[in-house]
């Protein structure tokens, strides 16, 4: 480490989460410096390392990896690259906060998971950052203590305003539902094992094929029951909800409105336009955490194997999608690193 | 009609619904009375009559629909009661409000359906009093509207606090889930064309083996799906809600609190423990609907159709719950009678 | 009683309330019927008697009270008119349900209640409505229950859209401020023994020389301070709201909502526009309750007390109005009548 | 600055407030440092100093500021020990971030509001943390957007679950209504002219001779009316509430509630136990924007003067509350290094 403690970190990536990232580090959390900025688009890289006091600008991950004040590394370049920024990673022992997804395929993160398997400790954290939000922190404590007996039920709901072009069926499943597939995995503690997908008569909003919404239906190796309308063109806001369904009471989150209107005949508030203003504050606790575990020599936080896990599960999401059937889910025993 | 035009109902069952409405027509709703009071159990009958002015007491449902003084009927005896008590009042032309279910199986339902369509015009309304909710009517108003585009999904929760000894998991359906089979069929004015039912692990406090809950889905005529959580012993409270997702909004109803508090470290109110608190104004709203449309020469609210398509639903919701797959709802085509 | 205990009513006044009356008993109210319509004006007291079965029209309230099928006078012509109706109902002996006020100035109260006083037994029950509310009734039950201890404060909100033309300073305690003397008095069990009132800069909404809103602050022989919101041209639609804070917790009513609402980027729901739909079922409640009361020789609710003590804090709170300084109420030792 | 232009800061004092303000400089915010750690208790202050890289302890502030690497000070000392801190800190022309109180009295106000006149620029950020909360923060914002119209009056309710000992009378202004007064002066961007307390009948929860809770009126030059509850022992929880009222709308904060939950026949959620969960976020934004501007060589956020103005309300409302009438707030012109 760099004197005072101040973790040096290397980020891999300056689209629009890499740049966020490096203002993160910069501005909003302590202990940590940004030693470095890695993009391809070596100019972009420059341009953003040449605004900070102390950071060199790389095109080649490996390269900033190799420097001498970079303490840690956090990938946000698009998923197609993380494999091999992970394995460079691995190879050199250095603590990585991954962006979602760890990879984009569930044979890609298979060979990630050998990779730190092999290593023998874990070292890396892939970016779920529910897990910081302030109510789903709350949510899990809840249900962890237990006074509402077993959890028999989720019900999720996941809006957003619009789509962007290009935006594919499969992407509502690997980019929006892969979030509760953690979520469910997490709060439960238990994997999934069968998928379901039904599709309503779409949206006139939907652009071209895209049969949006969906209602997505998990199993759990716990024998829970899980439901998530995915509707990624609502046209209103940014909703992100979970209700918790127990033996003895039900605990819902997603609906905290901090300022109350009563204007022009109605009552209410705004809702969240996009994801950055709803999880803002769960970058940060993410990064934070990171950075503060990582100082102490630590590595907590979603794993590889969630990583892995979620990737296996969104395989068969996207062929329950296609088949309009129940998929089953097959996953490898968890290996003992991540038990 | 008798002098004033007030009208003289004969209440058919003195059980906790039938006494509930003689009340109801005596104290509460205008323009009607207690004319007689229909009961197997002789005395029981007298002894309700005998507390009303005016009203005489019968075992017999026919010799009560025979009075000079009886205008219209209510039947509110136990369901296998209904079919011939709907018979007889269809002989005689009576307008007749009939508690749910209209019979309990579709076979019977169906005789009903013809002996109606035989008489050529509308005479029986079926208790769905959930269409007199105000916030089912305030739902219904905004969905008809159309603001929100087309309706896509329903979500809705259907909890109570425990069941009664002899409770089954075929009541689950016929008891319960059928208020939310006619509420979809009316909110969305489509048919349910298939049903599905999945089982999480039971809840430790479900009765002997009574799977509860459960989670059952409907796909509709028109494209739409709808989940309910049925949960019949859920300890907390009774509660009923239904989030309806349009194209471009959602309405939510069943969350409707009058009363906050602050104390003890909490803030909140109280869930109401049964159906009469949360619904008692729908019925109220209901009879007197009744009664001013029967005044008036008119057959309105939820049809001998609506009665028989929702026990075809039922039926089909039982098959799926036995057979843990999608089971498709066979409806023939709706009679011009109830177009 | 004429036959089959239907009380037979006379309404006295047929504007806006009286006509709604009308209407109420007519259709909405059990156990009554309207036997007489009084109008000054006997073309419009016909138009609306002839509509109704064995309703006969006035134009002198006397004469209808002595009509044989009037059993009970339900008062709602203008203030001014009140006492000499109420005076010839006191005479007859007959039960009143008398709309607020009582009478538009403590003077002529205080006649009314000598009235009673010297009849010897309570005869009249004033339209405060509010006390006939859902909200307000759980609230009253949960201050009696006493788990919050003594009620230490009340926090109230008064707001309309806008005043009709020629609405006055004083009308803001007479017609709606009054509202809050009576809910305060009731709810504390307590009188009211000093006011103030606090005139913040107007909205320029107002109309004319209206200082709207403006702060009134009750003092009570209970030692508790109770603040009024009045805002009578707020713009945005109809709020009444009580929060009690007792010694262990506080509770709030008047704000439930039924419906809410996603779309265009904000949540939430509507505002009721006027009292009407705010306090429908109060009024329904209310004369529900006097008539079920009547029928069995009862008279209960607000009492000429509750009037005669209404308009002289009235008095008070226009004088605080005018002066600027705080007012103390004198208030007569209470009758044994209205203990 | 030191290299990476990281700040240096001099936290001055170790009480609960000065040591989460060394853990938040410590773990929290990005870009400064805790260079020097001061305390009258040198061993306390070298405990503290020792469990960070390169901070340094001292029980003379002014040796702390007399520091080479010392950039900027923190004062969370008592606040009868502010005043000097503060004197010191100008005369270095060092920047500063001072809890409030600026300093207890008007008088020592009034000096340092001097001291910094004379120096002839701003250094000084006085810690009223509510300007720095989210919703606040929103709050100011829609306010000061306009589309409300002019704010005509703001209704607050400050609640503790109970008093440590000592705690008196004057202290429910001087520490609890302060944050009011702050606000209320921020949020209108007005001065209070007057102050008038009311003083129910106590709680029997409130300790000794406490008269709790109590009812605090402001008026403002711009002919706003401000009412606030402070309950100081309500028993149930933490809760800081503010409802402006606009001139054609009114917006409410305070009622945030993240986590909802059916149980045990209710509905609801926890309230906060006390200020640090509530305003949490709100210290460590009022930190992070103070180093932030700090580093850019900027001073915003509350000044001396709105120190000073505070001092001066608290000390009329101290007298309101002992003589039961108006008290009139006498201000002196705003220093024009304050416009």
Redesign the interface.
């Known amino acids: 480490m760099t ?3 101040t973790l040096g970190v290397a980020v891999i990536g300056t689209g629009r989460m890499g740049a966020d990232h490096v203002r993160r ?9 940004v030693a470095a900025v890695v993009d391809i688009d070596g100019d972009r890289a420059k341009g953003i390392a040449d605004r900070l ?2 950071a060199t600008a790389y095109t080649d991950p490996a390269a900033a990896m190799d420097a001498d004040d970079v303490d840690a590394v956090l990938i946000a370049s698009p998923g197609p690259a993380h494999e091999a920024a992970l394995l460079e990673a691995l190879d050199r022992d250095l603590p990585v906060l991954c962006e979602k997804p760890l990879t984009p395929d569930a044979g890609s993160a298979l060979r990630v998971l050998e990779a730190e398997t092999r290593l023998g400790h874990r070292r890396v954290q892939v970016g779920f950052m529910r897990r910081y939000d ?2 789903y922190m ?2 899990k404590s ?1 249900l962890d203590a237990g ?4 959890t ?2 989720l ?1 999720c709901r996941h809006r957003n305003v619009s789509t962007p072009p290009g935006f594919t069926e499969q992407m509502m499943i690997n980019d929006s539902v892969v979030h509760e597939i953690d979520a469910t995995r997490w709060l439960l503690d238990q994997e999934i094992t069968a998928v379901t997908v ?4 779409p ?3 939907a652009p071209g094929a895209l049969s949006d ?1 969906q ?1 997505v ?1 998990f ?1 759990t190796s ?4 899980v ?1 998530v ?1 995915i ?1 990624v063109n ?4 940014y ?1 992100v909800r979970c209700e918790a ?1 127990g ?7 997603g ?17 969240a ?1 996009d994801f950055r203003q709803r999880f803002e ?1 769960a970058y940060d606790r993410e990064v ?1 955490h990171w950075v ?1 575990a990582t100082r102490r020599g630590l590595v907590e936080g979603p794993s590889v194997w969630d990583g892995y896990a979620a990737a296996v599960v969104c395989e068969a999401g996207v062929r329950a999608q296609a088949a309009g059937t129940r998929v089953a889910v097959e996953l490898p025993d968890r290996p003992s690193l991540y038990r």
């Open positions: 004197q005072q403690g580090i910069d501005e909003v959390v302590g202990g940590a410096r006091d102390g302030a109510e709350r949510l809840l006074d509402f007996g077993r028999l039920m019900h039904l599709k309503p008569t949206s006139s909003a919404p209602f239906l199993e716990g024998g829970a029951v439901d309308e509707f609502c046209g209103f806001g909703q369904v033996e003895r009471g039900t605990a819902l989150i609906d905290a409105h901090g300022l109350t209107v009563n204007a022009a005949g109605r009552w209410g508030g705004e809702i336009p504050e934070r503060d």
